[in-house]
């Protein structure tokens, strides 16, 4: 995510550069309120927001007394952390069971795409979903919320009349057996009289048990206003924040939605139907501040069916190429290496994001290439001589330099691995003691 990169790498760096110092006194206290204040003031937030966190930050860094067992350093680290936390939204809520979702929210918000990552959302529970379309306002709506549908054998119910409230009624009716319905509404200022008087009514059809605000990150502090009205049109449950990939702006609109009482349920994080992320802020602060999130990573890695022999092997830096293989296709389902780099404490922002993106296009090649390889091959690196990395390079239609590449790559990850001594060395030292400060487990 754009605002996680921008918001975060400088985040991270500024705590590292005050906090290194060799002393931590009131003059690296305002040094720190004085960055923090420029870094969420240019993510949009709110300035009175961001003036009553600086004065809490102060207060507490300075005049509370210091937990027993914490250093000054680990507690202003910690106070930034728990204040965060307070700005974008003290804790997390999950949409679990059957139930009637209705999206609102405004035009070109990404209702129509977040009602098939919703549906998908609620596939991954085990429950059937079905989907109604209602917005007739935007012409290519239906069709759209027809093939994503499609793409998911999710059904989805549009009136050939074009009559929202038909449509409603009717896609109710058919969907009766199915677990979760989810309707998509036409887009709309919540200041329209004319949409506002239809959503109304549609509420009172539809009889939901969520209504969910769609909202556009960069629309900033405004959303705060905009959750504000659509709560007294139809009594919001939650908001989902979309397009966080594509702005730095994404913290005005988390801010002002926790400033308001509105409770972020989802963020979009991208154009897959995959990515669509419960909303954690302290998985979320944990991150922004290059602490990682192992627990959203260890969940990520058993969605994509990682099998628990194959991760010790890998965390012991002994792995053959097959199960190097093996990880390369499982990380694909995990999404992107900046996503999963971003989870892994130390790690967040400490490879340049061009790499990552170079590294997202060399994955690919590598699975052609080890797809030519025999299973001798896979098993022992060390028996892949020259003769064979031409006949590597020729039938899966790459050079003898990406083979070669690709077994330095593997050479590099064991030593890598080692190096920091697998998941051991995640839990032990600086990395174990800061978790245990914050109350975190891994």
């Known amino acids: ?247 730095a702006k994404g913290g005005g609109a988390l801010s002002a939605c926790s400033a308001t009482g509105a409770k972020v349920k989802f963020i979009g994080s991208g154009e897959k139907l995959e990515d669509l992320v419960v909303y954690d802020p302290v998985r979320y602060v944990s991150r922004l501040l290059g602490m990682g999130d192992l627990q959203t990573l260890l969940e990520k890695a058993k969605e994509a069916e990682f099998k628990e022999e194959d991760v010790q092997k890998i965390l012991s830096g002994k792995f053959t190429l097959q199960e190097f293989y093996d990880q390369i296709s499982g990380v694909q389902k995990m999404g992107s290496l900046s996503s999963i780099m971003d989870m892994i404490p130390g790690m967040s922002y400490s490879i340049p994001e061009e790499l990552l993106v170079v590294q997202e296009e060399k994955l690919k090649k590598y699975k052609y290439i080890m797809d030519s390889m025999t299973k001798e091959e896979k098993e022992n690196a060390e028996s892949i001589h020259s003769s064979r990395i031409k006949r590597i390079a020729s039938g899966s239609g790459t050079t003898q330099k990406d083979v070669r590449d690709l077994l330095k790559q593997y050479k590099q990850a064991k030593k890598m691995i080692r190096k920091v001594g697998g998941m051991k060395g995640l839990k032990r030292g600086a990395i174990k003691k800061l978790a245990k400060r914050f109350g975190m487990k891994f």
């Not at 600086?54 to 207060?59: D, G, H, L, T, Y």
């Not at 809520?93 to 059957?98: F, S, T």
């Open 1 to 247: 995510m754009v605002f996680m990169v921008d918001l975060g790498k400088n985040l991270s760096n500024l705590v590292r550069k005050i906090l290194s110092r060799s002393t931590v006194d009131e003059e690296a206290v305002e040094a720190l309120i004085k960055g923090l204040q420029k870094l969420l003031l240019q993510a949009d937030v709110d300035v009175e927001l961001v003036f009553a966190l600086s004065e809490n930050i102060r207060r507490r860094c300075l005049k509370e007394k210091i937990p027993p067992g914490l250093t000054l350093r680990e507690h202003v680290m910690k106070v930034v952390y728990d204040e965060l936390v307070n700005l974008l939204g003290k804790e997390k809520v999950e949409l679990l069971g059957k139930k009637r979702i209705m999206l609102v929210g405004l035009f070109g918000s990404g209702k129509t795409t977040t009602a098939g990552k919703l549906s998908k959302y609620f596939q991954k529970q085990g429950l059937k979903p079905a989907m109604i379309g209602c917005d007739y306002h935007r012409p290519a709506a239906p069709d759209q919320l027809k093939q994503i549908g499609d793409k998911l054998h999710v059904p989805v119910y549009i009136s050939k009349e074009k009559d929202p409230y038909k449509a409603l009624k009717e896609g109710l009716g058919k969907f009766k057996k199915y677990d979760v319905i989810i309707v998509d509404t036409a887009g709309r200022d919540a200041l329209d009289k004319e949409l506002s008087k239809e959503l109304k009514k549609m509420d009172k059809v539809c009889g939901p048990d969520e209504v969910l605000l769609v909202i556009p990150a960069d629309i900033g502090r405004i959303g705060g206003k905009q959750a504000e009205e659509f709560n007294k049109l139809v009594g919001i449950t939650g908001v989902i924040v979309t397009k966080m990939d594509g702005t």
